[in-house]
């Protein structure tokens, strides 16, 4: 079993395990509650918040996607988040997370702290000094998120897992933007997986979920302990959805990676775009290690506009092809300005010390036929430079 490539996992998982009609898709179970077969007879679902067959076989098959041991789906990615920092840490314990790590979980991890749940500590994990004097304060858990966002800076998850596990943390890697597909984290020596599977891992922007997955039994317990506790599971009808949206995830995630290279190409040579950040790229400063720990880029990429602010704009509203929207990782493209949608809550200062100047465009490049793609980028660079 363990042998099959993702694309085999992800299609067949639970395929023909329907023992009453022997459908060949597995059936949808609704229902909040189970029967006892007899007093005291426990049954192995009794309770949805607890367990449900459809949000076990997403679970199943997200972890033999990732090579681990046990799964948790959570009704979101930021719930994945808090779920796993909640079963973790206590007031005294502390968590490095990356200085530049997805917003919503920057601002989970810092509310909680200032509440007094746990200590953070925010720091540039590609900065061995500053990495080094962060994990000499001993802190219980690791988040590593790469490549990040906007900017897909790539950081060595082998090498932060050493560092980590020789002062005894556990470590965990938000792998949303590269999945299973290019990236298997528990391999390379992280304990634990998160995604929003919100993203590349549903697949079609139209459910919100997340999971945490670990690399032992004994986690996955506790983990799955708390979930039922603070209610933090996902529903049926989600699990069913996402799992559907996770079949097909091996031919997306190639047509992903093949349209955004050429989109690269194209972009490479116009005159209207300046720094181009893509892992891929040889002059990335990630790019040894992305081919090192990844199979894979991935399919989002940014870039300056090398023109002015006025000509961003009519760029940005000439494109019929990609979206002004956040998010990512759906099969439609996606264009947006992080300073002022994805990222506009971190304030002009900060927004400088990440990099992310008022000239980022990120795209996250969709299954559209990619030279229509190509085409709708060019109108609309032509457009804009008619402008003065
Ligand atoms: C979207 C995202 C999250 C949060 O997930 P939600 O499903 O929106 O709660 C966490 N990490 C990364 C990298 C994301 O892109």
Excluded at 15 to 41: K, M, R, W
Excluded at 93 to 106: E, F, K, N, Q, S
Excluded at 148 to 167: G, K, M
Aim: proline share 5%; glycine share 8%; aromatic share 8%.
């Amino acid at each position: 079993m363990s042998t099959r490539k993702p694309a085999t996992i992800a299609v067949r998982t639970g395929i023909e395990s329907d023992t009453q009609h022997h459908a060949v898709v597995p059936p949808i179970y609704l229902s909040t509650n189970y029967g006892f077969p007899a007093f005291g007879d426990v049954p192995k679902y009794d309770y949805t918040r607890s367990g449900n067959p459809n949000r076990g076989l997403l679970e199943q098959t997200l972890y033999e996607l990732e090579s681990g041991k046990g799964a948790i789906i959570t009704n979101c990615g930021t719930s994945a988040l808090n779920l796993w920092v909640t079963t973790f840490l206590g007031p005294d314990d502390l968590i490095v997370a990356p200085h530049d790590c997805y917003g919503g979980t920057y601002r989970l991890f810092n509310t909680r702290a200032q509440k007094g749940d746990f200590k953070v500590l925010f720091v540039d994990q590609s900065d061995p000094q500053a990495l080094a004097e962060a994990l000499e304060k001993k802190p219980k858990l690791v988040l590593i998120e790469t490549p990040s966002n906007p900017l897909v800076r790539v950081v060595d998850i082998e090498d932060v897992c050493q560092q980590a596990h020789q002062v005894d943390a556990l470590v965990a890697v938000d792998n949303t933007f590269l999945t299973p597909v290019f990236q298997k984290p528990l391999d390379l020596g992280a304990d634990f997986v998160i995604h929003s599977t919100t993203k590349y891992i549903n697949g079609h922007s139209d459910v919100i979920g997340g999971v945490v997955i670990t690399k032992s039994e004994q986690h996955a317990e506790e983990l799955a302990w708390w979930g039922n506790c603070i209610g933090a599971t996902g529903t049926p009808f989600d699990s069913y959805m996402t799992l559907r949206g996770l079949r097909t995830l091996g031919a997306r995630m190639k047509v992903h990676e093949e349209s955004s290279a050429q989109i690269l190409q194209y972009l490479k040579s116009h005159a209207t775009v300046g720094t181009i950040y893509h892992p891929s790229l040889p002059e990335h400063p990630g790019h040894q290690i992305a081919i090192k720990q990844q199979s894979g880029f991935g399919s989002m990429l940014s870039f300056e506009f090398a023109g002015n602010f006025e000509q961003l704009k009519t760029f940005v509203g000439a494109l019929k092809l990609f979206s002004l929207a956040e998010s990512l990782g759906g099969v439609e493209s996606l264009i947006c300005h992080p300073a002022s949608m994805t990222h506009r809550a971190m304030g002009e200062t900060a927004l400088a010390a990440a990099g992310v100047t008022q000239q980022l465009l990120r795209l996250s490049v969709g299954l559209e036929d990619v030279q229509d793609l190509i085409a709708d980028l060019e109108q609309a660079f032509k457009l804009a430079l008619e402008e003065n």
